[in-house]
């Protein structure tokens, strides 16, 4: 059996140089950060320690393992294992505890203080501004309860990048009357009866959309890396991935029981040093057998950093070495390029360069699902192979009719120019956004003409402060820590529509260079004039 990447045990600290410059991580922010989660992990020891003191009046011999359990030392870590002894989180006897100490540490001890930052409930549409419902918690963010209030909220946290999920005079009459026409469900499998007319229309539609000869969907964009990477690739192959990909992507590498190699984000030469030692050592206790197939698997736009990979680059260097490419384009098909086509219109690469094609309907089309595109042969291979199109039910028809008119719409075929005006529309949103940031004094992350981008907080304690005041001023943000993000690296991530006005962009900005200032989020000098401009 190939070996696979373990899981950590503990957060990864270590951050790559081209990465702390890019964020411009310094000494001090780095310790001071860590110095936070230090405070964190130390009081939140000692509550479980006085807990079980206090509440369940533990021997001494149980406070020893609740300490191993947590610091992971083996010697106690085996006795946990084997049942001998109660865990620190299971107080029933006899059973080993389902969740890993350290997760379960962090989760009780970390997350619910913040937890009232994440799942926000929302009762209206994701368009520009959004109607947040309001919770209150009177046990200290344990458990949270929804409230009859709402509040209109200015939404940077959808990836609703062309403005489609909020209702479309083209594509919500077509969608209403394919709901009467098919039903919400098709209650079956692609294989079995699950299969449409919409779906083949969409597959075509899809193939000719990207530039490949065939395509086929999928009801859940994550599912989409998770069950293809494995199907597509087994033992005795090997997975070259960007250190930054999706947990779906890394979902997929690990369950195809291939070898899994990573490539630092976004280096291309680092690519190819780890190519070229791999072509020559060959599998592991083969004697240097060659590998049955290599794949290397990036993104198009990085979703938590908002960059674009250096396509042209890896496609010269896989080619050189043989190697396929799988090119996952959730973030960047529909919203990047001059007709939205994605990574491949916008820096200049030939589709048929890119072995495999991975998109999802969820950010620029305002629906469900995900597709791959690829050769005739790859595709007939994945209907028979794939347990994703074998057994899992069909796309709801209404969802598969909403993407078809969205397309629609971008390509023009809806006899309107609305498509490209969405387009123009979303880089210029998305650039005006950035560049205002920066001029404020923030570390952004993100390339331009991307609608994704990153304003760096690094120290777990301003990222509540910053989404609990952007939120009190109606401005809705999405914030990520570990274990989404580097230790070090936790950060807001804006997501930028074509639905957004300049107001509500300046709104946006006037709210959170207000906020960045209170929490000390704006480590870079501003430009003097900036406040008078946005006022």
Not at 182 to 194: E, I, K, M, Q
Not at 385 to 394: F, G
Not at 426 to 455: C, H, Q, T, Y
């Amino acid at each position: 059996m190939a070996p696979r990447l373990p899981l950590p045990p503990i957060p990864p600290l270590a951050v790559p140089r081209e990465v702390r410059r890019a964020v411009r991580l310094t000494l001090l922010t780095a310790l001071t950060t860590l110095f936070g989660y230090g405070l964190f992990l130390f009081f939140g020891f000692l509550r479980d320690l006085f807990r079980r003191l206090l509440l369940d009046r533990a021997e001494p011999d149980e406070l020893m393992v609740s300490l191993s359990s947590f610091l992971l030392l083996p010697p106690f870590s085996r006795r946990l294992r084997s049942g001998t002894n109660r865990s620190t989180f299971d107080p029933s006897q006899g059973y080993a505890p389902i969740c890993p100490a350290f997760e379960d540490f962090y989760t009780r001890r970390i997350y619910r203080r913040i937890q009232d930052c994440f799942g926000r409930p929302i009762a209206s549409a994701p368009d520009a501004w959004i109607d947040v419902v309001e919770r209150s918690s009177n046990d200290n963010n344990k458990t949270l309860h929804r409230t009859s209030n709402k509040s209109r909220c200015l939404n940077l946290g959808s990836y609703n990048y062309l403005g489609f999920a909020a209702g479309d005079e083209f594509c919500t009459p077509h969608v209403l009357h394919s709901l009467k026409k098919y039903a919400p469900s098709s209650c079956s499998a692609r294989a079995d009866g699950g299969t449409t007319q919409l779906h083949i229309e969409l597959e075509d539609l899809i193939a000719r959309f990207v530039g490949k000869p065939a395509a086929i969907t999928f009801a859940m964009g994550y599912v989409t890396n998770s069950f293809i990477i494995p199907t597509l690739i087994g033992e005795g192959g090997l997975i070259i991935s960007d250190s930054f990909n999706h947990n779906s992507i890394v979902s997929g590498s690990r369950a195809s029981g291939a070898t899994v190699q990573v490539f630092q984000h976004n280096s291309p030469s680092h690519l190819e040093a780890v190519l070229r030692e791999q072509v020559v050592k060959g599998q592991p206790g083969t004697g240097h057998k060659p590998w049955r197939k290599i794949m290397v698997i990036v993104e198009g736009v990085y979703s938590m950093e908002g960059e674009f990979c250096k396509l042209p680059e890896i496609v010269a260097i896989c080619k050189k070495y043989k190697a396929y490419i799988y090119l996952d384009e959730a973030h960047s098909i529909g919203a990047v390029g001059k007709s939205g086509r994605g990574v491949c219109e916008l820096l200049g690469v030939d589709p048929a360069d890119v072995d495999i094609m991975m998109g999802t309907f969820t950010k620029s089309f305002g629906s469900c699902g995900g597709y791959i595109a690829a050769s005739e042969e790859i595709i007939q291979y994945l209907k028979y192979a794939c347990p994703a199109h074998i057994y899992a039910t069909s796309m709801s028809p209404p969802a598969v009719q909403q993407v078809i008119s969205a397309i629609k719409v971008v390509l023009g075929e809806d006899r309107s120019n609305r498509g490209a005006k969405k387009l123009a529309k979303i880089r210029e949103n998305s650039n005006f956004f950035r560049s205002e940031l920066k001029k404020m004094g923030f570390v952004v992350l993100g390339d331009n003409d991307s609608p994704v981008m990153a304003i760096m907080l690094y120290n777990l304690a301003k990222l509540p402060a910053f989404s609990r005041a952007c939120l009190r001023q109606n401005v809705a943000v999405v914030i990520t820590a570990y274990p989404a993000t580097p230790v070090l690296l936790a950060r807001a991530r804006i997501c930028i529509s074509a639905s957004h006005s300049k107001e509500d962009l300046i709104t946006g900005l006037k709210v959170i260079g207000e906020v960045g200032g209170l929490v000390g989020a704006k480590c870079l000098p501003a430009e003097p004039e900036k406040a008078k401009k946005l006022d």
